[in-house]
């Protein structure tokens, strides 16, 4: 899953000067180690987390409270964040990774347990997240928000409905659509639509993917992960396949020109958490900062800038009925989502079949 | 004779070969070529040779030609392909447009000269993305160019313009024009009028000027130019992803999905960096070469 690609290459260099700069000031951290063990946590906080996704006021509010001085990082690719922790250039306190990384970062001893004790607010998750693959009993990540991947249709352009993968992908759209430019996403879609498990990516399931690739991607007009809500504020699409929280901004800005629904297919849910490394230096500061944003009256204010799904029941009691009714944020009704799996080295065959439907498919 | 002269001025001119501390000087740029340019290239070349790790990075242990292998398959060629005719239409057209303009600021007046100079290089002071994404509100079909030919009823309907091969070659050429234009800019600027002058004195019509005297005496900057907007342009994306929109792959956006996209495949990136660098690397000496015999050096 990848958000907002090309913008960090402008910010690497910025973020190397960062991490020159806050390293020599760790050492000291360091020997003051023992200190931060207690409840009182001090020192700093180095935060790596997704970029547009967390408000610096709330970071801000933190800081002013706790005296933590937060070193806030981002990422736009859960991929990018692993580089970056891997190379232990920086030792990170606190990631914030989707369900299907967090597997595989518990997989390959990457996560330290959190110590519940000093996260009382975790009471306030609701318990639909529990129980699921990733992390079944929260014992290494807490949600920070949820979102999944739906269909967006300007309702002023397009009047039938349109409930399914196969109704997007309909010949008569061809060139007003916008899809997410993710090879696992799209490949999902496929896999949902023929029925099949959209984590069982085996080399059969996906030669059966091809040629259903192979009669949509041809329709499509953009390919965007970053920010697919711009092709249709602008009117240059009509109808498309984009994340939640992208949707909820467009149905906020834009009363009743769009809607936003789940695939009939089954969608995908995605869960981004927040979790400690085995980098982490700090522990203390990192249960405080989890404990901090599960505060209902932190959580809503997340809410309001980022209208994702609110993992957190008592925040979701703060929010306003208008926030709640809409249809991207809280879908209404039972819809049949799954979450992604770790698929390990198979990720690279689903790449290359997305890079060769592409190139085929384009020209 | 070029021998004679030689030693004729060994003896003259010991004094004036650099000395010890005059090489030392030199130790701050080859340290710098060192870390920045020698050691990430010698990373990427053993990267190359090496299976992917589970999350990203690289496995240790076992040297593998496989991923070369993957560069010759089929729909990564058509993409390299494909990435070099964009980067090479983008040259041409830069070079087309561009040295006409160069020309002109070179031969102005000083007065003048700095004025157009700096018109060329105002765009840099905005960050390149934000001017890329201008281009979003022009192309679009609601946007500033339709609505014009739309009030001027040149055309009844908004023409299809974002989104296309078009907005990209657009984009890239609006990219990379400054770094055609400064380079032959240099050349033109050191051009002596009295060669000019000559060449039409004793014959030469305009065309032939132009074509025997003044592009052989600022083919260095032609030079320059061509490679500082071929390479780069070879290798960008974001204006492929933003006006094209990322409908065709560039080999940029492959390599970038190896590293830190979905496919988590650093060895694999690495091999098709290392491919475009030793694509490079023979083009830059076989042209070089080609210059030097034709230079009758």
Request: include cysteine; glycine fraction near 8%; charged fraction near 15%.
């Amino acid at each position: 899953m990848q958000r907002i690609s090309w913008r960090t290459p402008m910010a690497v260099l910025a973020l190397a000067m960062l991490a020159s700069c806050s390293g020599e000031e760790k050492a000291a951290d360091r020997a003051g180690e023992a200190v931060a063990e207690a409840p009182e946590a001090g020192g700093e906080l180095n935060l790596f987390a997704w970029s547009e996704y967390l408000p610096q006021s709330v970071i801000d509010d933190f800081q002013t409270e706790t005296g933590i001085r937060v070193n806030y990082e981002s990422y736009a690719s859960n991929e990018e964040m692993l580089a970056k922790l891997t190379t232990g250039a920086v030792a990170y306190d606190l990631v914030q990774p989707s369900e299907y990384t967090v597997e595989a970062m518990v997989k390959e001893g990457m996560l330290v347990p959190l110590d519940k004790a000093q996260i009382p607010n975790l009471k306030n998750i609701g318990p639909e997240y529990y129980g699921l693959v990733h992390d079944p009993e929260l014992t290494y990540s807490v949600p920070y928000m949820q979102g999944t991947v739906g269909i967006i249709v300007n309702t002023e352009r397009i009047k039938e409905p349109v409930a399914s993968f196969a109704d997007v992908f309909s010949a008569k759209h061809k060139g007003k659509i916008v899809v997410l430019d993710d090879s696992r996403e799209v490949v999902s879609w496929a896999l949902a639509s023929l029925g099949i498990d959209v984590n069982d990516v085996d080399s059969e399931n996906l030669e059966k993917v091809k040629p259903v690739l192979a009669a949509w991607l041809p329709l499509v007009k953009v390919y965007d992960s970053d920010s697919p809500k711009t092709a249709l504020t602008n009117g240059d699409v009509d109808l498309g396949i984009v994340w939640s929280g992208e949707g909820a901004i467009l149905l906020n800005e834009n009363p009743g020109k769009f809607t936003y629904t789940l695939p009939t297919d089954g969608a995908h849910m995605f869960i981004d958490s927040l979790a400690i490394p085995t980098t982490v230096q700090n522990a203390a500061a990192a249960h405080k900062f989890i404990d901090y944003i599960l505060r209902p009256e932190v959580s809503v204010k997340i809410s309001a800038d980022f209208p994702y799904t609110n993992p957190n029941v008592e925040a979701r009691k703060l929010l306003s009925p208008a926030e709640l009714a809409n249809a991207a944020s809280y879908p209404p009704g039972n819809p049949k989502l799954s979450t992604f799996t770790d698929i390990g080295k198979a990720a690279a065959d689903v790449d290359k079949l997305f890079t060769d439907m592409k190139a085929q498919s384009g020209s | 004779m070029r021998q004679g002269a030689t030693s004729f001025q060994a003896a003259a001119g010991s004094q004036r070969e650099p000395g010890r501390i005059g090489s030392l000087l030199l130790l701050p740029l080859v340290l710098w070529a060192f870390a920045f340019v020698v050691a990430p290239a010698a990373i990427m070349l053993v990267y190359s040779f090496l299976e992917r790790g589970t999350l990203g990075g690289v496995q240790w242990g076992t040297f593998t030609l496989e991923n070369y292998a993957g560069v010759g398959d089929p729909t990564y060629l058509g993409i390299i392909v494909r990435s070099i005719g964009y980067a090479g239409l983008t040259t041409g057209i830069c070079l087309a447009a561009g040295y006409p303009v160069a020309y002109m600021i070179g031969r102005a007046d000083a007065r003048w000269r700095n004025l157009l100079l700096m018109a060329v290089m105002v765009p840099f002071w905005t960050s390149f993305l934000i001017r890329t994404y201008a281009w979003v509100t022009i192309l679009k079909s609601q946007g500033l160019l339709n609505s014009l030919l739309l009030s001027t009823g040149l055309i009844a309907a908004p023409l299809d313009l974002l989104y296309t091969p078009g907005a990209v070659v657009v984009g890239l050429v609006y990219t990379f024009l400054p770094y055609m234009i400064l380079p032959i800019f240099t050349s033109v600027e050191k051009l002596d009028g009295a060669l000019i002058e000559a060449a039409l004195d004793l014959g030469a019509g305009p065309v032939r000027a132009f074509s025997r005297v003044i592009v052989p005496l600022t083919t260095p900057g032609i030079s320059a130019g061509i490679l500082l907007v071929f390479v780069p342009a070879l290798g960008i994306y974001a204006v492929n992803d933003i006006l094209g929109g990322g409908r065709v792959d560039m080999i940029g956006n492959i390599i970038e999905n190896q590293i830190k996209g979905n496919a988590r495949n650093w060895p694999f990136g690495a091999a098709l960096g290392t491919a475009l660098l030793f694509s490079f690397g023979i083009a830059y000496y076989v042209v070089n070469r080609r210059q030097r015999v034709a230079e009758g050096r």
